[in-house]
């Protein structure tokens, strides 16, 4: 059974109330109390009920953040951040893991709310988070959007520069001598991919080259499964593409799969660039060139964000936070398939 603070009580010969001001650092409990108090807890092996204590201080030193793909290393590098400046300040970290399906996020959403988190950080699924996101502030619940901005939806925000890093990818293919340059990318209603869509048409605008709505697939799963499905579609085409933008890094790795299967080579066959960097994989062999997006500092400063707010240190008036990305050219694109070293293009 579950050690109770009346437990403790028992064993260190006082009342439940004074067990209590010992475990809040009430400073009318004398040494001596204290001492016997401190060692009874350690005895039983005693875990004070932070929800309960929460609820009486109002405060829970709790935060909740919800991702839609915990396994993409983008969102675990946010993961990271977040934890890391929330241990700094105080507070404790809620994980929860949407897998892109509303239901869930609506669920875990509520269960944030009936913990009673100081406040929370969210990769919402799509603009059909919207209602999700009502509830929050009709419970004012303090939280911040990262990665993805909800249409209608003015909260504070920190996300990259989607349609410029598309841009400069496929301008980057143009300028290699491509012309027939596909998308993989996922639904309209997610931000990211509404953004790298506007960066890509801009691009193929830019450079005289015509928009084949063929050429753009909405990936079944924005995973490599879904990425390998969208590939085999765009090469059975009766033209079929020479290169290849994927809207994430996940996605590329089932390009990658989805050329092999067709015995094509990347990039003598396909050229590939995509979003986001796969940061081991990178060190072992520099392949995918991408837009590295710094997904720890999303995290870093999203959490900072939500901490300003929980204090009260900023007005009503929404944040936004623009992160750059680091262009990186490797050998999946073909510009310098000899050359084993990463190039960083400011």
Same mark, same amino acid.
């Given at each position: 059974?579950?050690?109770?603070?009346?437990?403790?009580?028992t064993?260190?010969?006082?009342?439940?109330?004074?067990?209590?001001?010992?475990?809040?650092?009430?400073?009318?409990?004398?040494?001596?109390?204290?001492?016997?108090?401190?060692?009874?807890?350690?005895e039983?092996?005693?875990?004070?009920?932070?929800?309960?204590?929460? *609820?009486?201080?109002?405060k829970?030193?709790?935060?909740?953040?919800?991702?839609?793909?915990?396994?993409? !290393?983008?969102?675990?590098?946010?993961?990271?951040?977040?934890?890391?400046?929330?241990?700094?300040?105080?507070?404790?970290?809620?994980?929860?893991?949407?897998?892109?399906?509303?239901?869930?996020?609506? &669920?875990?959403?509520?269960?944030?709310?009936?913990?009673q988190?100081?406040?929370?950080?969210?990769?919402?699924?799509?603009?059909?988070?919207?209602?999700?996101?009502?509830?929050?502030?009709?419970?004012?619940?303090?939280?911040?959007?990262?990665?993805r901005?909800?249409?209608?939806? =003015?909260?504070?925000?920190?996300?990259?520069?989607?349609?410029?890093?598309?841009?400069?990818?496929?301008?980057?293919?143009?300028?290699?001598?491509?012309?027939?340059?596909?998308?993989?990318?996922e639904?309209?209603?997610?931000?990211?991919?509404?953004?790298? *869509?506007?960066?890509?048409?801009?691009?193929?605008?830019?450079?005289?080259i015509?928009?084949?709505p063929?050429?753009?697939?909405?990936?079944?799963?924005?995973?490599?499964?879904?990425?390998? &499905?969208?590939?085999?579609?765009?090469?059975?085409?009766?033209? !079929? !593409?020479?290169?290849?933008?994927?809207?994430?890094?996940?996605?590329?790795?089932g390009?990658? &799969?989805?050329?092999?299967?067709?015995?094509?080579?990347?990039?003598?066959?396909?050229?590939?660039?995509?979003? =986001?960097?796969?940061?081991?994989v990178?060190?072992?062999?520099?392949?995918?060139?991408?837009?590295?997006? !710094?997904?720890?500092?999303?995290?870093?400063?999203?959490a900072?964000?939500?901490?300003?707010?929980?204090?009260?240190?900023?007005?009503?008036?929404?944040?936004?936070?623009?992160?750059?990305?680091?262009f990186?050219?490797?050998?999946?694109?073909?510009?310098?398939?000899?050359?084993? &070293?990463?190039?960083?293009?400011?």
């Open positions: 059974m579950r050690i109770t603070i009346r437990d403790v009580a064993r260190a010969g006082v009342s439940p109330m004074t067990v209590s001001r010992v475990i809040n650092d009430n400073h009318r409990v004398t040494p001596d109390t204290r001492r016997r108090v401190e060692a009874a807890i350690a039983l092996g005693y875990v004070p009920n932070r929800l309960a204590r929460g *609820l009486s201080r109002r829970t030193g709790a935060l909740g953040l919800i991702v839609t793909d915990v396994a993409n !290393p983008f969102f675990t590098l946010i993961v990271h951040g977040v934890e890391d400046v929330a241990w700094r300040a105080g507070y404790r970290v809620m994980l929860c893991n949407t897998q892109s399906d509303l239901e869930r996020e609506r &669920e875990y959403l509520e269960d944030m709310v009936a913990f988190v100081d406040g929370l950080g969210i990769a919402p699924v799509s603009d059909r988070s919207r209602p999700h996101l009502r509830m929050l502030a009709k419970n004012k619940t303090p939280f911040v959007l990262i990665d901005s909800v249409a209608g939806f =003015d909260c504070d925000l920190v996300k990259g520069d989607s349609i410029g890093g598309a841009r400069r990818l496929v301008e980057h293919l143009i300028g290699l001598g491509h012309r027939r340059i596909a998308m993989i990318t639904s309209p209603e997610v931000s990211t991919s509404r953004d790298r *869509l506007q960066g890509y048409r801009e691009a193929l605008e830019g450079g005289g015509g928009f084949r063929e050429y753009v697939v909405e990936s079944s799963a924005v995973d490599s499964s879904g990425g390998c &499905e969208a590939t085999l579609r765009l090469l059975d085409l009766p033209e !079929p !593409p020479a290169a290849i933008f994927a809207v994430n890094n996940i996605v590329a790795v390009v990658v &799969e989805g050329a092999r299967e067709r015995g094509l080579e990347i990039p003598g066959d396909l050229a590939l660039v995509c979003f =986001d960097d796969i940061e081991h990178s060190r072992l062999y520099p392949f995918l060139t991408v837009m590295a997006q !710094p997904a720890d500092t999303f995290g870093t400063i999203a900072q964000l939500l901490l300003d707010r929980i204090v009260g240190r900023v007005g009503e008036r929404r944040r936004i936070v623009m992160l750059p990305a680091d990186t050219v490797r050998v999946s694109c073909g510009a310098h398939s000899a050359s084993p &070293e990463p190039v960083a293009v400011p």
